[in-house]
């Protein structure tokens, strides 16, 4: 069973701490994805990699950062986490551009900054 | 640049009745389409996909969507819903990038 995992279910913050979530598949994908999932907003890509150590910017990368020194693990790392980070945040991958390069997601992990 | 829209943001039924939801795209070239379906408490999982094809695509627990092209619509569709259909559902569309861009979901809640 294909699986990605993220790090944490919940998390709580304070505001200004630099907060690391991790993300790895089992499924030998070259990309992978994090995704905040707001009510009424849908999912909206903060960050995608298509390769080790490449990345490359969503529509909402500002005040995020990620990290892929493995192919089955991406970070996403805020660097001090504000209050308006509070939200949803998923992790997927995928195959390469190809007929079935769906996208496979995590549980999710759930931060409250505070 | 791509759009997707979700015109139904929260549909209320009861079991048994039939179920359709929308979902238009703004697109120029090639698209591949999907919704993906969220239960209470769950991931985010693949109802069904539309890569080529018959536009008529048949998924999981008895969901088929349609693809129309002339409108740049692929709605969701159920004959009869149930209570373990609750859930909220996204539509998503992919372009010539490995990027989906997803609409902004429909929460469906199924009375018994």
């Known amino acids: 069973d294909v699986k990605v995992t993220q790090s944490s279910r919940y998390l709580v913050k304070r505001t200004g701490e630099k907060v690391f979530l991790e993300c790895v598949q089992d499924m030998d994908h070259e990309n992978m994805f994090w995704y905040r999932q707001d009510p009424g907003l849908g999912l909206r890509l903060i960050y995608f990699?298509?390769?080790?150590?490449?990345?490359e910017k969503g529509d909402i990368p500002e005040g995020y950062s990620v990290s892929r020194e493995k192919k089955e693990r991406f970070s996403l790392i805020l660097e001090s986490a504000s209050t308006n980070q509070t939200s949803m945040y998923l992790c997927?991958?995928?195959?390469?551009?190809?007929?079935?390069?769906?996208?496979?997601f995590g549980p999710g992990t759930r931060l409250t900054v505070l | 640049a791509q759009s997707v829209s979700q015109h139904n943001h929260h549909v209320i039924l009861s079991e048994a009745a039939s179920l359709e939801l929308g979902c238009n795209y703004s697109?120029?070239?090639?698209?591949?389409l999907f919704w993906y379906v969220q239960y209470p408490g769950q991931h985010l999982q693949l109802l069904l996909k539309y890569f080529s094809g018959d536009p008529l695509v048949k998924g999981i627990k008895g969901f088929e969507a349609e693809f129309i092209k002339s409108k740049f619509s692929f709605n969701l569709r159920k004959p009869s819903v149930q209570w373990s259909d609750t859930a909220e559902y996204f539509c998503a569309v992919k372009g010539n990038t490995d990027k989906l861009i997803f609409g902004t979901g429909t929460r469906l809640q199924v009375f018994p």
């Open positions: 997927a991958s995928s195959h390469r551009t190809g007929a079935y390069n769906e996208q496979f």
């Open positions: 990699s298509y390769d080790v150590k490449m990345k």
């Open positions: 697109y120029g070239g090639t698209v591949n």
